[in-house]
């Protein structure tokens, strides 16, 4: 009987200490952890706002792939609902729904657990570093109930963050990024100015000038035919952005922007320019030249920088090329300048080309 007793009395003292070191254990708690991930933010911020997304690089959920999930609302937006129930110990039953999203700066849930009287809050936060890298912040806050606040000298969910962060990094730099349509107009725009730049800085006035034949033009004349051309386009450019949008009549268009590109720098085709866009030969210093160039190109920019992609692509104009949208046009005004910057290549690899 006595060894009975003392049996019970270990088994209480068993139980029994656990929950008392629980009443010195904090019920609070507060974790976050960091990753760098080699994506634009909002390619980083659209990916991380779908909880749906989750599944895919979670922690928790990547310990129960089999666990039955149920949706509410519209993944993405304030008040979808992702309900969750697994036999799993670490991930038990739960539900998490977006209380909160600042577009491209972070995203706030709040979860709750079955058994629990408290909810936890996290947030995934986006921080531009460069064009192309993103600072990701995930962080939890939240109030563990007694006894369980026990298990946080046994767990740290900052190790569940980092893991989790290192699987969002790989899962996204995986992905190939959707293409955007402005950041190539501008970085294409701002390549075919230095191309240009790099070909005729060094030139001096006899170089500038030289013909490698009557029949074709000299670096000069290529370059002012650029600059004229280029400023004809804005106009007619111009014209068209100050009417109405036309979108109903997209399916006018000849041709795909690639094609478009493809073909004004093809110069196995040679095109007889109108007279009154040939070149006189005004420039003989390369430094004017550019200096020019600079100018129509600013204030051909700024014409579009400010601009959504729908407002250019929704307006169809009559081009030299057939019907484009006012995008492509944009495209054509620049790979006009790639194709002539070419021709003053082939004029500086001509035999006879000055010294």
């Known amino acids: ?4 007793k003392n049996i019970l009395i270990v088994i209480v003292t068993l139980i029994a200490i656990p929950l008392v070191v629980a009443l010195f254990v904090s019920k609070d708690f507060d974790s976050e952890r960091s990753i760098v991930i080699d994506k634009p933010v909002a390619e980083v911020f659209d990916y991380v706002k779908h909880l749906k997304n989750q599944d895919n690089y979670g922690t928790w959920n990547l310990k129960d792939p089999d666990m039955q999930q149920e949706y509410i609302g519209t ?5 979808f609902t992702m309900k969750w129930e697994s036999e799993h110990p670490e991930v038990g039953i739960g539900e998490q729904t977006i209380t909160e999203i600042v577009e491209n700066e972070r995203i706030t849930t709040e979860l709750r657990f079955d058994g629990w009287d408290n909810t936890m809050r996290a947030s995934i936060s986006t921080e531009p570093i460069d064009a192309n890298q993103t600072r990701v ?4 806050q939240g109030r563990m109930p007694y006894p369980f606040n026990l298990m946080m000298l046994f767990m740290d969910m900052a190790d ?10 790989e899962e996204i730099e995986a992905q190939e990024s959707p293409k955007d349509d402005m950041a190539f107009l501008m970085d294409y725009y701002r390549q075919t100015m230095e191309n240009l730049k790099q070909s005729i800085v060094d030139l001096n006035a006899e170089q500038m000038q030289f013909r490698p034949s009557d029949e074709q033009w000299s670096v000069s ?3 002012e035919h650029i600059i004229t051309t280029e400023a004809m386009l804005f106009d007619m450019i111009k014209e068209v952005l100050n009417n109405p949008e036309t979108p109903e009549r997209r399916d006018e268009l000849e041709m795909e922007d690639e094609d478009l590109l493809a073909a004004i720098v093809d110069r196995t085709e040679r095109f007889k320019a109108p007279e009154i866009l040939h070149g006189t030969g005004k420039y003989d210093n390369p430094e004017d030249a550019i200096n020019d160039m600079k100018k129509g190109r600013e204030a051909i920019i700024s014409s579009f920088e400010d601009k959504s992609i729908d407002e250019l692509r929704n307006r169809i104009m009559d081009f030299p090329t057939g019907k484009a949208d006012v995008y ?3 495209l054509f005004v620049a790979g006009h300048t790639a194709r002539h910057t070419l021709q003053v290549e082939e004029i500086k690899a001509a035999e006879n080309f000055p010294g």
Not at 1 to 4: C, V
């Open 137 to 140: 912040v995930w962080s939890a």
């Open 75 to 79: 993944d993405g937006e304030v008040g």
């Open 221 to 223: 004349q290529c370059v």
């Open 328 to 330: 492509q046009a944009f």
């Open 160 to 169: 569940d963050f980092d893991e989790g962060l290192q699987n969002l990094k």
């Open 1 to 4: 009987m006595k060894t009975i």
